[in-house]
């Protein structure tokens, strides 16, 4: 699903969550390439309305407002890219409104397309959805090398978060400090709880097969501590393709802005004169087994991912106000899972999806305040 043309003038850009980390490194990719893009649209969710104000009048969009609807409203914008920076399933409407839009769609907000499955990709055009997460990004580039038919399988890479090694047993105290100290990545609280448990990878392992079409049995999850490889892919011949840079969100936005077009000197390259260690490993599922419950809710289909995304932002939220311990989260989102078990229609609309995402919401609030 992701496009190959050209770049010729200056873009128009919208840039949902504005204030957050993916929209803030935006911000800087347009302000060192004034001549490449124009900020057009701004929206947030209003958590940092200081810095709102800001970059309205730093960059002076035609368009700047907070809230969910503003993001909805912007996206609709007529324009060359919209970057949707938001996190978690409040992003699915402003997804399916750039996409209606016609506008090419920078996705960072994975949780739209994952809870939104055949809604959203049943209304992308191809190459529509450019992908931002660095391993999806990487995933792009590497099949930019080969056919659709030579591809064996895609490998997507995990830090394995604070926790890696650790045991099951180990992780029963983990606080929210400790799972909000990312050995490589700054990223939001949210998505970084969500790496500390391999939700996050669960996640970008559905992401990956709904933007390029291969079997869940084709994808595999390996821990990569340094963050150096973000992700491969394995083609027929025995030969996989490595995409590498040191870990930074700036590339994978500007190329997603830009595609699939490279911009010059985006952030620094591996230093190849000094000497370089990538250590793989297997995901220990039974420390970590977010992972396959997401296969599993990905397999099942329908409104299933839907739930699993909103039982694991309820949890999340009730990990950081000290309401649920961390090695519960994975546990009650299965149980979410399974409470679910209802038939799918066949064919899911965004009403079936934001159900779904409230049942499951209301079904975690419960499970923990049972708990």
């Keep these: 699903m992701v496009g190959t043309t050209g770049v010729s003038n200056r873009r128009d850009v919208v840039i949902l969550g504005s204030t957050g980390s993916i929209g803030t490194q935006a911000l800087e990719i347009v302000r060192r390439h004034p001549d490449r893009f124009r900020v057009v649209g701004l929206t947030a969710g209003g958590g940092n309305p200081e810095l709102f104000d800001r970059q309205v009048a730093e960059f002076a969009p035609s368009f700047a407002d907070l809230g969910e609807q503003a993001s909805v409203d912007a996206a609709g914008l007529t324009v060359d890219v919209v970057l949707n920076g938001i996190t978690g399933a409040v992003?699915?409407?402003?997804?399916?409104?750039?996409?209606?839009?016609?506008?090419?769609?920078?996705?960072?907000?994975?949780e739209s397309l994952i809870i939104g499955g055949p809604v959203v990709t049943g209304r992308a055009k191809p190459g529509q959805i450019v992908p931002v997460d660095s391993e999806h990004s990487a995933l792009a580039q590497c099949l930019r090398s080969g056919r659709a038919d030579e591809v064996r399988r895609l490998v997507l890479t995990a830090s394995g978060g604070p926790f890696r090694g650790w045991s099951a047993g180990q992780l029963a105290d983990v606080t929210p400090e400790q799972a909000l100290a990312h050995p490589t990545w700054d990223m939001g609280p949210v998505v970084t709880i969500n790496s500390a448990t391999l939700v996050n990878k669960g996640l970008e392992v559905i992401e990956?097969?709904?933007?390029?079409?291969?079997?869940?049995?084709?994808?595999?999850?390996?821990?990569?501590p340094s963050s150096v490889v973000h992700s491969m892919v394995e083609f027929r011949d025995g030969s996989t393709l490595v995409q590498a840079s040191p870990p930074t969100m700036l590339i994978p936005i500007a190329l997603a802005l830009g595609w699939p077009d490279r911009l010059p000197d985006v952030a620094p390259a591996v230093d190849w004169s000094t000497a370089q260690r990538w250590d793989f490993a297997p995901v220990d599922d039974?420390?970590?087994?977010?992972?396959?419950?997401?296969r599993e809710a990905g397999r099942r289909g329908g409104t299933a991912p839907a739930v699993y995304n909103a039982a694991n932002e309820v949890c999340v939220a009730a990990f950081r106000?000290?309401?649920?311990?961390?090695?519960?989260?994975?546990?009650t989102i299965a149980s979410v899972l399974t409470a679910h078990g209802v038939p799918s229609k066949a064919e899911l609309t965004v009403d079936d999806v934001l159900a779904a995402d409230a049942w499951a919401r209301a079904e975690a609030t419960r499970l923990i305040g049972a708990s």
């Design 91 to 110: 992003g699915l409407r402003p997804t399916l409104a750039a996409l209606d839009a016609g506008n090419t769609l920078a996705l960072a907000n994975k």
């Design 321 to 331: 106000a000290c309401d649920l311990g961390f090695a519960d989260i994975v546990p």
């Design 208 to 224: 990956a097969h709904l933007l390029f079409g291969i079997g869940f049995d084709d994808i595999e999850v390996v821990i990569h």
């Design 286 to 294: 039974a420390a970590f087994p977010a992972v396959a419950l997401a």
